[in-house]
């Protein structure tokens, strides 16, 4: 495999990146990088640990970095998860306040762990933080029992000053979205299996209405609404297929729709064979909506699906 | 009368599927079947995952029916999580 870090890559502007991964040889990780500067996405990041954890170090090659940002990469600790030496010398800091470095989580008391102290970590009033560890912890969740990976979720964050802005990646090595949910369905193509995992009440688990006693299709569903609603970027990868949810300018009016081709996306097949599931998403602070309101609108359009679902099972009379 | 203080089993963000599973199987059915009212006390909950909350009562409304509802009281949740437990209450029935 073979991977190469650019100047550039987070939601907005992923698609070269992903088309640039070169997923042939999978028993080795050769990872490569622009020569002056590296800002990219911590999905880029779990992606590579994703990769890599699997691999003995002796099989992973990473060229000497020279860009002036590489001490971020040691930092988020690529270089300690994929068990090899960058080189790169950094004084350690606290890091409260700016981001989550790269973590591995195999099972649910990991999880509850790590989403009790991520929260200090990133110093994140309470009305931020609610969304967050809800987001998290749903994705996180749906790799513990559908991935089927022994190397669970990867994940990591960022806060990012700027744009006021974390932003979130998370990453599995697992089955992949259209293995699981061909357990109930027959997704015919990667984005086809996107699709349906995005949409409420769809999951690999039962086709039953009201799911099962674990599983309604509903926690890739919540967080592409919030994604929506707060007008964050979100995209999903799995297979040879992604789905980006765009931004929607300020201003234009809120809409969430059961279909998520129905939203302002893009998406794209036949990219490098990502075998598992990518999740990113980006959380502005910034915003007004109260996650509270939130539940109302995903909750009426939920609702709403599951109604429309049951009834078109509905015997119909005959006339004779 | 059973009270069931959640917060003891989930810390202040209740997200823990398994745990759901114990207190759904281990306290809430056997007590609804002594007829037994329940209150699941939400004190101290700051959140909940909506999968949480499934995880913890969707399986009754399915075995027991909508009815059961009545012999729950979901005791000081916060706004948010009131709004949760109202769309698993929701979709569970409209399902039904």
Redesign the interface.
């Given at each position: 495999m073979k991977i190469h870090l650019p100047n550039s890559a987070f939601i907005g502007n992923i698609d070269p990146f992903l088309r640039s991964f070169d997923s042939r040889e999978p028993d080795r990780l050769e990872i490569t990088a622009n020569k002056k500067w590296i800002s990219v996405h911590p999905l880029v990041l779990s992606m590579i640990a994703a990769l890599g954890i699997g691999l003995q170090p002796q099989n992973i090659y990473c060229e000497r970095l020279e860009a002036r940002s590489k001490h971020y990469l040691e930092r988020m600790g690529l270089f300690r998860m994929l068990r090899i030496s960058s080189g790169i010398r950094i004084t350690e800091h606290e890091p409260a306040g700016r981001f989550i470095p790269i973590s591995k989580i195999t099972t649910?008391e990991e999880?509850?762990r790590f989403?009790?102290e991520m929260v200090p970590l990133l110093h994140l009033e309470?009305k931020h933080a609610?969304p967050l560890?809800?987001i998290i912890?749903?994705l996180a969740?749906n790799v513990l029992e559908h991935a089927d990976s022994e190397k669970g979720a990867i994940i990591c964050a960022q806060y990012y000053k700027k744009s006021n802005t974390i932003r979130i990646g998370i990453a599995d090595t697992g089955v992949g979205i259209r293995k699981t949910i061909n357990n109930a369905y027959d997704a015919k193509t990667d984005l086809d299996a996107i699709r349906l995992a995005l949409t409420p009440?769809i999951t690999g688990t039962t086709r039953?209405?009201?799911?099962t006693?674990?599983?309604?299709g509903?926690?890739l569903f919540?967080i592409r609404s919030i994604a929506e609603a707060n007008r964050d970027f979100f995209m999903i990868y799995s297979g040879d297929a992604f789905y980006k949810l765009l931004k929607k300018r300020q201003g234009t009016r809120q809409h969430l729709f059961a279909d998520p081709l129905r939203n302002k996306h893009s998406s794209e097949e036949h990219l490098p064979h990502w075998q598992g599931t990518v999740v990113g998403i980006d959380i502005s602070l910034d915003t007004n909506e109260e996650?509270?309101n939130l539940?109302?609108l995903?909750?009426d359009i939920?609702?709403k699906t599951?109604?429309e679902r049951?009834k078109k099972t509905f015997r119909r009379p005959r006339f004779a | 009368m059973t009270r069931i203080t959640l917060q003891d089993k989930t810390g202040p963000f209740a997200e823990n599927k398994d745990i759901a599973r114990d207190i759904r199987v281990k306290m809430i059915l056997p007590a609804l079947s002594e007829q037994e009212e329940v209150i699941l006390d939400f004190e101290g909950i700051e959140g909940a995952t909506q999968s949480f909350i499934h995880a913890l009562i969707s399986d009754i409304i399915r075995k027991k029916g909508p009815e059961t509802l009545d012999r729950i009281v979901f005791k000081n949740c916060n706004g948010t999580v009131q709004k949760i437990i109202s769309t698993v209450t929701e979709y569970m029935q409209e399902s039904g």
């Open positions: 649910s999880l509850t989403i009790t309470p609610e560890r809800y912890s749903e969740r009440g039953m209405g009201g799911g006693e674990f599983n309604v509903a926690g919540f996650f509270s539940l109302d995903i909750k939920f609702v599951i109604r049951k | -």
